[in-house]
């Protein structure tokens, strides 16, 4: 341990020499190398379609449109399937998923069991809690602070409105492509899962008769989720943690988000060396602990402004149909809704059906509806504690507006009214939490730290998934992606905002564009894999 802590200290204390010495931000310079390549690809990927007086992004309609459809196929599973969900969660079917064999934990080989392995389920690595774990931590997290600050600011309460709608019907996106995410999985000799929809795009339009068109959807999937995992799942995380610490630090210098980029590196990277079982013991603890803490804060919000909890809610359902002057319009106030609320829960993207697939189950639906719980708990929870809070935030007395005004010139930052001065959605939620409780803010920069940190190592996975399927499973590939990986940690710290935003939105909302193809062509095997569950546990209940 000394040694390690030893090696440590040697590698970061002639980078802190270097910061010092450089005449030029090493900030500034990878900053203007990445903002052409950011700038050029977000235009590519959300290119728009002109519906009446706005310019919407075509890949949101799909998202919407997608989610919309799988709700009312499967008859709303995210009311008639929820009770189900927490239940599997619990463990209560795992007697029909395979069970555990009692066995002598000091004899644990990798987190196994030996005399339980054979009875751990025919495939999978981690239990349903730990994969859903796994793949909250890599949604809950920035967008659920500073996006629906941005969210509420330009769009209204109203805005919460059509958030909480999208979530609910991206809980039908959810479980279809993680149902077949589990379904198509291949598992290797030794145990190890490699799943996720570049396997369900290329075995399960294999099925059907359309090989070339899948592998050339799951070859484009894979590359695109390397990307995202480069981009949103990496570099915005390494980004907004490094602000938050500088900002709350005092810390100066041009060169200072290299720094902590290379020591969130060094942490990031040994954590992922252990592959999906240390990841998922990670998250498992790290993801209710934050969420936790951050839920409770807003509850006690919640409680000291009660009184005006009948105004806030009426609030956010007049302005969902009424906007307020100046917001736009209902379809304006919709689509900042429903396009945070995307980007917050990435249903549709698939990327959480990678973690989803190397669950212990046999039966792809049980991990299907697993799955529904997580944009309830991203989106339609966390996120609209997040507006309450911002929406009480700016009441006072008679005026709704005490503090900034409700829509705006469609900017990332807040105007305040009292100064004009302009502010980040991190900062206003900042300023929210710090009105009823001084001092939170200190304990909100660690909550950011801490949601960046699993957002990374969730990530992580889902990119070395893809990066296999393109590049093999040899240990070679395995180590040049996770060098990669912790180099884009360095460059997310050390870039803008602008220009790391540019990239990572458009590389995660790109992915869509084969998922969705695919899970079009595939969602009637999702309604034979639900029968064959709920077959199962009808069975078992009446033995």
């Known amino acids: 341990m000394k040694k390690s802590l030893l090696s440590v200290f040697t590698l970061i204390l002639p980078i802190l020499t270097?910061?010092?010495?450089?005449?030029?931000?090493?900030?500034?310079?990878?900053?203007?190398?990445?903002?052409?390549?950011?700038?050029?690809?977000e235009g590519f990927v959300l290119s728009t379609v002109p519906i009446g007086a706005y310019n919407v992004p075509f890949v949101v309609l799909l998202l919407v449109g997608g989610a919309?459809?799988?709700?009312?196929?499967?008859?709303?599973?995210?009311?008639?399937?929820?009770?189900?969900?927490?239940?599997?969660?619990?463990?209560?079917?795992?007697?029909?998923?395979?069970?555990?064999?009692?066995?002598?934990?000091?004899?644990?080989?990798?987190?196994?069991?030996?005399?339980?392995?054979?009875?751990?389920?025919?495939?999978?690595?981690?239990?349903?809690?730990?994969?859903?774990?796994?793949?909250?931590?890599?949604?809950?997290?920035?967008?659920?602070?500073?996006?629906?600050?941005?969210?509420?600011?330009?769009?209204?309460?109203?805005?919460?409105?059509?958030?909480?709608?999208?979530?609910?019907?991206?809980?039908?996106?959810?479980?279809v492509e993680c149902t077949l995410g589990v379904k198509y999985r291949d598992v290797g000799a030794d145990g190890t899962v490699y799943g996720g929809p570049m396997y369900y795009l290329s075995k399960g339009l294999k099925e059907?008769?359309?090989?070339?068109?899948?592998?050339?959807?799951?070859?484009?999937?894979?590359?695109?989720?390397?990307?995202?995992?480069?981009?949103?799942?990496?570099?915005?995380?390494?980004n907004q943690a490094t602000v938050q610490l500088t900002s709350m630090l005092g810390l100066q210098g041009g060169s200072m988000g290299f720094v902590i980029g290379v020591i969130l590196a060094i942490l990031v990277g040994v954590v992922i060396i252990g592959g999906i079982k240390r990841i998922a013991s990670i998250t498992e603890k790290i993801v209710p602990f934050m969420a936790g803490i951050y839920v409770l804060a807003a509850l006690v919000i919640i409680f000291a402004n009660i009184s005006d909890i009948g105004l806030a809610f009426t609030l956010i359902f007049e302005g969902a149909f009424t906007p307020m002057a100046g917001l736009g319009g209902l379809v304006g106030v919709l689509i900042v809704g429903f396009q945070r609320a995307a980007f917050s829960n990435e249903a549709g993207a698939g990327s959480a059906a990678i973690a989803h697939s190397a669950v212990k189950t046999n039966y792809p639906a049980s991990e299907g509806v697993v799955a529904?719980?997580?944009?309830?708990?991203?989106?339609?929870?966390?996120?609209?504690?997040?507006?309450?809070?911002?929406?009480?935030?700016?009441?006072?007395?008679?005026?709704?507006?005490?503090?900034?005004?409700?829509?705006?010139d469609g900017a990332s930052n807040v105007v305040l009214n009292s100064d004009g001065s302009s502010i980040?959605?991190?900062?206003?939620?900042?300023?929210?939490?710090?009105?009823?409780?001084?001092g939170f803010s200190y304990i909100l920069t660690v909550a950011?730290?801490?949601?960046?940190?699993?957002?990374m190592i969730s990530w992580s996975y889902y990119g070395l998934q893809s990066w296999k399927y393109l590049f093999g499973k040899g240990k070679t590939a395995d180590?040049?992606?996770?060098?990669?990986?912790?180099i884009f940690i360095v460059i997310g710290a050390a870039a803008t905002l602008d220009a790391v935003i540019k990239f990572s939105d458009a590389m995660i909302l790109a992915l869509v564009f084969p998922n969705m193809i695919g899970l079009f062509f595939l969602f009637p095997k999702v309604r034979e894999e639900m029968g064959k569950y709920l077959g199962a546990i009808r069975t078992s209940k009446e033995k």
């Not at 950011?448 to 957002?455: G, N, Y």
């Not at 180590?479 to 912790?486: D, E, G, M, P, S």
């Open 18 to 41: 270097f910061a010092q010495e450089a005449e030029k931000g090493i900030d500034e310079k990878i900053n203007d190398a990445f903002m052409p390549v950011a700038t050029w690809w």
């Open 68 to 175: 919309t459809f799988f709700t009312i196929f499967f008859k709303f599973p995210s009311f008639t399937k929820f009770g189900l969900a927490i239940n599997t969660v619990r463990g209560k079917f795992d007697e029909i998923e395979g069970g555990h064999a009692s066995g002598d934990p000091d004899m644990a080989i990798d987190g196994d069991i030996p005399d339980t392995i054979r009875d751990e389920s025919k495939e999978g690595e981690v239990s349903h809690f730990q994969a859903l774990a796994t793949a909250v931590s890599g949604t809950v997290g920035l967008g659920n602070i500073a996006g629906v600050a941005v969210a509420i600011a330009l769009g209204g309460p109203g805005a919460t409105f059509w958030m909480i709608v999208c979530g609910l019907i991206g809980m039908s996106t959810k479980f």
């Open 208 to 238: 059907r008769g359309f090989s070339a068109i899948g592998k050339v959807l799951a070859g484009l999937f894979a590359i695109l989720c390397v990307g995202a995992s480069f981009g949103g799942g990496n570099a915005f995380q390494s």
């Open 372 to 408: 529904l719980l997580e944009p309830f708990i991203d989106t339609v929870v966390i996120c609209t504690m997040t507006a309450l809070v911002i929406i009480f935030f700016n009441i006072d007395g008679g005026n709704m507006q005490s503090v900034f005004q409700y829509g705006g």
């Open 424 to 438: 980040g959605g991190v900062d206003l939620t900042s300023m929210a939490f710090d009105s009823v409780i001084p």
């Open 448 to 455: 950011i730290v801490l949601f960046a940190f699993s957002t």
């Open 479 to 486: 180590t040049v992606y996770k060098v990669l990986f912790l």
